[in-house]
């Protein structure tokens, strides 16, 4: 389909009607595709023999990157792409930039495919697409191993036109030209860009046209270490994230929450004072507490501190940590082997809450009229966003329009759109537009947290064998209302790990596996429903699990006499993870001496098609405030797009790593976190991160794999396991160092 150049503040509000996903329309000046699975003759024979990859593996190595990939398969190639008359591509992503750098990657392979310069690339994100079905989620490490294949395809559609429209020009058969630099080449040198080319590649016919993605071996960008195309964008001030729109009529608006989590509102006792406050525009009761409307932020704050409001109970307020400590203890599932049958090792941990922190706080912009309603917001499920808040403000879902906005961070935290849900409800209620901020505590006190978790392992061992390992994990109930659970509910009945499994059970066991061959091995998940506001933060289940596991592996290395690293080595299952380890022992120089107080930790974790080693080491000469002073890193994920990117994403799962395992959680006191800022929560800073960090992504080989919540799990495991050889104490509860060494703030 070919349409009118659309102007920037089009793009960016996202004006694209909807059937300009379904089908090929042709009208000049530009080459618009929208492809489809009905894609033109020979785009798909010539996909599958470039290698794009298609259905997942076999149902022995499934996981839940592939169950997102299946439910994704019937809309994956519903992507649109346009080349303008200035010679530019323009991509429409439908996945959330929330800081991964997903954006980069896919510039890259559209740049790669075109042989377009990346500086003539521009990735806009799409506005939440129902007839995506399920194809519009970002999560689960999945992105780039999802849009691989399609975005080639699509990228090789487009050059195939503006091919054919160069030798439809030149009365010269289009597999005599080559592409390059933005434009067509003839064999005598003739050249066109195509920007001269769009228009009239717009109304070729389809019949006969073929496309054939590049080759692996022939990319010369993909695969190289390429800086960010939003990175100065983002360290000038220049980026525009959702508080920064200008939406006309939009005021600045904070919500009054209650003092205990899920409490509610029963009278607001001084509204008349508090509207008569400075600024102070509008005051409306909602699901979540007393909304404040004001002309500045800082009145909009005063305002709703000021207000005297009577609460109804929450839904734990009985609840504070040792009590949900307790019920997790109970409710981890027992052992099948007895403890007397054979030699053995038991271990018990305990993770606190988590939250997850990112630096932009949960915000939204929402214009709710009689007819219809726009909401602005970053989002990673923006579908299940647009139809909860259409059923939530009544209604239809086509009157209802999400705009996607890049995010300063989100680590699963905006998997849920409760910001733009509650701007939404709040808009209705003032009959006006809001612009909507969480404050720091309230986006720690209420908003999303990783669950806190207790953990049983048993290994049973004889002759140097490892025969048995069981691990039970009970943790506070994790909210998937965010569409996962929809896509694990369609693609059911194609999952062999799904039957009558809950979808926790199901996430957990299609991401958390054990990478050695220890005999029989069974990790079993039970959930306790506490009515409290979970959701998945970076590597999910992974980080505690896979945290926990590494920890006892190096313990059982010590009990059966093996060096740490020799120890894994001898168990993993294939020669891939040993290079990834064999690196880090190698680059890190793993064993050498240290003085008393240092020592080096290692951790390996298996992954979304990935894997990973980390080696770190320590100075924990203060037990009380150890800190990580080294790290090596190397990664196999298959085909790297952006090996710089892999290594921000690796750095920030140190990073995270780190502070989670050291220092940072949340404490929980009669039916709220205690914690209200960074100062409390305690996330490393500088002064707590390693100055000499060294990351090695190994070669390529085969397809894409999983990347983003990859890094966690190992670094979890190195920096207990070198914690406990610096001060001889094996850490059973993480953080290791959780003190309330902080004054909380009021509720």
Known sequence: MGSPTKSAAEHDEGAVGRRRFLTFLVAAPTLT????????????????????????????????GDVLILA??????????????????????????????????????????????????????????????????????????????????????????????????????????????????????????????????????????TAKPKPESEHTLVGTPTSRIDARAMVTGAMRYTLDLDVAGAKPTMVRRPPTINGTVRSVNNETAVRAMPGVIDLAVVPTGVAVMAETFGQALDAKDALDVTWNDGTVDALSDADIRKRLRAAALPFVVPPLLTRHVDAEFDFAFVSHAPLETNSAIADVRDDQAEIWAGLKSAIVAKQTIAAAIGLPEDRVTVHVR??????????????????????????????????????????????????????????????????????????????????????????????????????????????????????????????????????????????????????????????????????????????????????????????????????????????????????????GKPRVVRAVIAADVGRPINPRGLEAQLLGGLTDAISTTLRAGLHIDRGLPLEGSYSQFHYARQKDSPTDVRIFIMPADGEPGGAGELGVPAAVGAIANAYARATGTRPRSFPINFDVDFTPFPR
């Open 33 to 64: 595709l929208a492809t489809t699975n009905l894609a033109p003759d020979g785009l798909d024979a010539a996909a599958a023999e470039a290698g794009v990859p298609g259905l997942p593996q076999p149902a022995d190595i499934m996981d839940l």
């Open 72 to 209: 994704g398969t019937p809309t994956a190639n519903l992507l649109v792409l346009e080349v303008t008359e200035d010679g530019e591509a323009h991509f429409e992503l439908p996945r959330a930039e929330v800081g991964q750098g997903i954006t980069t990657a896919v510039a890259m392979l559209v740049a790669e495919e075109l042989d377009l310069p990346l500086s003539k690339v521009r990735v806009r994100l799409a506005d939440a697409r129902p007839e995506l079905l399920m194809n519009q989620l970002t999560g689960g490490s999945n992105t780039i191993r999802s849009v691989y294949g399609p975005v080639r395809r699509t990228a090789a559609a487009a050059r195939a036109r503006l091919v054919a429209a160069a030798g439809r020009r030149w009365d010269l058969s289009p597999d005599r030209l080559v592409t390059r630099d933005g434009a067509v080449v003839a064999p005598d040198g003739r050249t066109a860009s195509y920007g001269s080319l769009t228009g009239l590649a717009a109304t070729l016919p389809l019949q006969g046209l």
């Open 406 to 623: 890049q995010s300063g961070g989100s680590f699963g935290r905006r998997l849920f759109f409760d910001g733009a849900l509650e701007a939404a409800q709040i808009s209705k209620a003032m009959a006006r537009p809001v612009k909507l901020m969480w404050s720091r505590i309230d986006d720690m006190r209420h908003g999303r947290a990783r669950p806190a978790t207790h953990h049983k392992i048993r290994a049973t061992y004889a002759l140097g064998q490892v025969l048995t390992y069981e691990h039970r994990v009970a943790a506070v109930e994790t909210d998937l209302r965010h569409g996962l659970g929809e896509i694990l509910t369609a693609t059911a009945a194609r999952l062999p790990v799904a039957g009558n499994l809950s979808f926790a059970q199901t996430v957990f066991l299609t991401t958390v596996k054990v990478p050695y061959d220890f005999g029989v091995v069974t990790e079993l998940l039970n959930e306790v429903p506490l009515k409290m506001h979970t959701a998945s933060w970076r590597s999910v289940y992974s980080a505690n699990t896979r945290g926990a596991e590494e920890i006892l592996v190096d313990e059982l290395a010590n009990r059966m006499g093996k060096d740490p690293v020799a120890f894994r080595r001898a168990f993993l299952k294939t020669d891939r993870q040993r290079r990834v380890l064999d690196k880090v022992a190698a680059a890190g120089n793993w064993g050498r001496t240290m003085p008393a107080g240092f020592a080096q930790g290692v951790g390996f974790h298996d992954e979304y098609k990935s894997c990973t080693a980390c080696l770190v080491e320590i100075d924990a000469r203060d037990p």
